[in-house]
């Protein structure tokens, strides 16, 4: 439901950003959250209410919100963060409520 | 801090129930302050949230699942579980059982268990 290009890429010490388009019915009436998955985990919470970060996120990682699109931000790209990423949002749509992520993008450090 | 730890068969006949427990520690399932989800991702692809419990026993679907799921709570167990029905080799995934954290602005998912593998087939 929520939209995210399959793949990232930078250099250490790059800033990257990893978009997530939704619509009026889950972004644009709703917070975003981020997860972060590396290599054979399960997902953490990396940011949620739109740019808020959990204990322990450094604050290298940043998230916005505009409308009915999100960003996340990664500054001072490091090797351990190449993971997978994901956007989540509840959705009040007509077929009925939920929660939904986005497919997913691949971030890789150069 | 909370732990949540998923267990069940790791292998389901197709047209069979999936059924999978996940043990909450570090906290009570009673507290209502939190609800209790389960998360699936089907291999190399992306996340789909199942569906949620609250403190109270009152469940969230998944639209597209509501049909087939079921999620309970076992108080004196500090368990939940899921159960789904018809399963097809579409089911196979991942299962995540993520603790849901509510406050004055809201809710969202926060803990995570490590998850567990079914795979249905024959």
């Known amino acids: 439901v929520l939209t995210q290009p399959p793949s990232a890429s930078g250099t250490p010490g790059q800033r990257v950003t990893i978009s997530c388009s939704g619509s009026s019915s889950n972004i644009g009436p709703s917070f975003v959250f981020w997860y972060q998955q590396l290599p054979g985990a399960a997902p953490k919470l990396l940011i949620y209410?739109?740019?808020q970060r959990p204990s322990g996120v450094p604050d290298r990682f940043s998230g916005s919100k505009s409308g009915t699109s999100a960003s996340l931000a990664i500054s001072g790209l490091r090797s351990e963060d190449e993971a997978y990423y994901y956007c989540?949002?509840?959705?009040?749509?007509?077929?009925?409520?939920?929660?939904?992520f986005g497919g997913g993008t691949m971030l890789t450090v150069l | 801090q909370v732990q949540l730890q998923e267990s069940g068969p790791g292998l389901v006949k197709p047209s069979q129930t999936l059924s999978l427990t996940c043990t909450v520690s570090?906290?009570?399932?009673?507290?209502?302050?939190?609800?209790w989800n389960w998360v699936r991702q089907p291999a190399g692809r992306g996340l789909e949230w199942t569906g949620r419990?609250?403190?109270?026993?009152?469940?969230n679907y998944n639209p597209s699942l509501k049909s087939r799921v079921t999620i309970s709570l076992d108080t004196s167990k500090n368990e939940f579980s899921l159960k789904l029905t018809s399963v097809t080799a579409a089911d196979t995934a991942i299962y995540y059982c993520v603790r849901g954290k509510m406050d004055g602005s809201g809710s969202y998912m926060d803990y995570w268990g490590q998850g567990t593998p079914v795979t249905v087939s024959s």
């Open positions: 419990i609250y403190a109270s026993g009152i469940t």
């Open positions: 209410r739109n740019n």
């Open positions: 989540a949002a509840w959705d009040d749509g007509l077929s009925g409520p939920a929660w939904v």
């Open positions: 570090g906290g009570s399932i009673s507290n209502d302050s939190y609800y």
